[in-house]
Structure formats: C-alpha cells, structure tokens
Nanobody
Framework: QVQLVESGGGLVQAGGSLRLSCAAS????????MGWYRQAPGKERELVAT???????DYADSVKGRFTISRDNAKNTVALQMNSLKPEDTAVYYC?????????WGHGTQVTVSS
C-alpha cells in the first residue's frame, strides 16, 4: 500500500514563497506519475503540476512561471517550489501518485496566502 505524506504548507504573504514536499512509501514501480493538486473552499480539486518518472511535466496555466515541480526517483519524493504566491493560490494542496492504474492521495497540507 502506497502512503503519501506532505509537508511544508503554511501562511505566507502575497509575493512570498513556499516549498511543499511529499514522501511516498510502499511499492514503487518503474513508471509512475507524481504531482500536486489543490482544492480551495467551495471549489473542485484541480491539477497544479505533475511529473512522470521519466521527467515529463505538466502545469496548470495559472501557475506556469511561478511554480516548479521536481522529484527524486531514488527517494520517491516530489516537491513543489511555489514563488510569487497570490491570494488565489490559497488552498489545501494534495500530493498524488499514480502507478499501475491506481491513484494514491496524501492527506493534504494547507497553504494560505494573505494579501
């Protein structure tokens, strides 16, 4: 069973930066996709950024140029560097891993950006 644990959320002023980290434990397959999603109050969960084990990345348009996803395949970790944060980035951020057709989610970490 894969377990994901996020860390690094918090409160930051607009224009500031935060770095989220996610560590996965459990079985690891040669190909998987790890990434970040977020859910703001009253809104649906949305993709922020994903990265395959081969290095292919995908970003939401709203975070391009501000957020950077990275991963360490040897440690099965994924990180999200968030710069130039905006109040609209406020949400619970979830780590997700997909492998062998199954999706696993972390419990989420709160990011709050004050104006």
């Amino acid at each position: 069973q894969v377990q994901l644990v996020e860390s690094g959320g918090g409160l930051v002023q607009a224009g500031g930066s935060l770095r989220l980290s996610c560590a996965a434990s459990g079985p690891v397959f040669s190909f998987n996709v790890m990434g970040w999603y977020r859910q703001a109050p009253g809104k649906e969960r949305e993709l922020v950024a994903t990265m395959t084990s081969g290095g292919m990345v995908d970003y939401a348009d709203s975070v391009k140029g501000r957020f950077t996803i990275s991963r360490d395949n040897a440690k099965n970790t994924v990180a999200l560097q968030m710069n130039s944060l905006k109040p609209e980035d406020t949400a619970v951020y979830y780590c997700k891993e997909v492998q062998s057709g199954l999706a696993y989610w972390g419990h989420g970490t709160q990011v709050t950006v004050s104006s």
